[in-house]
T-cell receptor, first 114, second 114 residues
Framework: DAGVIQSPRHEVTEMGQEVTLRCKPI?????LFWYRQTMMRGLELLIY????????DSGMPEDRFSAKMPNASFSTLKIQPSEPRDSAVYFC????????????FGPGTRLTVT | QQQVKQSPQSLIVQKGGIPIINCAYE??????FPWYQQFPGKGPALLIA?????SEKKEGRFTISFNKSAKQFSLHIMDSQPGDSATYFC?????????????FGQGTILTVHP
């Protein structure tokens, strides 16, 4: 299995630009999670989906952030417009409910907003 | 009440030492307590997990000790090696209707000197 795939691995953009992060979960997994990691705030859960349906988006910092999961094999996290304080590593993780609670994390996307 | 407090923030030991990382929680509904290990440039990966019906779980050199009455749990790494140098996160989850949402501690940066 290829594991969770994220793209791009690195993104550098200017303030005000739109940023789209992509995630392909492990095939067959029915949960997908988006996290943000910074030195100051640690690992924060932004939003998660079950069977492509958003369950809890209370961690999304503000309306500039949006996430979609149009099908079981693809999800996006969009930031529009981006700000320097959005600079962080964004992780996608997935899990399969019948196998317990282990979440499998992708390699992350390092976002830098200048 | 949803927080998991982790300490210390960083830890330095010599090879062969036994680093101990501690976590405390308040939510008595938590019933699954995993530890994740993260190497630089990688996503977190599950290391070991415990449920509150046991007081200790050991996998190789890694041991979780769990104190339900004190609402605390800790990770011990026996005979630590330089390859164990990483960031360690404790987490907690309330089963039932939580959909597998993990609450993470702030992380501990472990350095094992040769």
């Amino acid at each position: 299995d290829a594991g969770v795939i994220q793209s791009p691995r690195h993104e550098v953009t200017e303030m005000g630009q739109e940023v789209t992060l992509r995630c392909k979960p492990i095939s067959g997994h029915d949960y997908l999670f988006w996290y943000r990691q910074t030195m100051m705030r640690g690992l924060e859960l932004l939003i998660y989906f079950n069977n492509n349906v958003p369950i809890d988006d209370s961690g999304m910092p503000e309306d500039r952030f949006s996430a979609k999961m149009p099908n079981a094999s693809f999800s996006t996290l969009k930031i529009q417009p981006s700000e320097p304080r959005d600079s962080a590593v964004y992780f996608c993780a997935s899990r399969i409910s019948r196998d317990g609670y282990e979440q499998y994390f992708g390699p992350g996307t390092r976002l830098t907003v200048t | 009440q949803q927080q998991v407090k982790q300490s210390p923030q960083s830890l330095i030991v010599q090879k062969g030492g036994i680093p101990i990382i501690n976590c405390a929680y308040e939510n008595t509904a938590f019933d699954y307590f995993p530890w994740y290990q993260q190497f630089p440039g990688k996503g977190p990966a599950l290391l070991i997990a415990i449920r509150p019906d046991v007081s200790e779980k050991k996998e190789g050199r890694f041991t979780i000790s769990f104190n339900k009455s004190a609402k605390q749990f800790s990770l011990h790494i026996m005979d630590s090696q330089p390859g164990d140098s990483a960031t360690y996160f404790c987490a907690a989850l309330a089963g039932g209707t939580s959909y597998g949402k993990l609450t993470f501690g702030q992380g501990t940066i472990l350095t094992v000197h040769p």
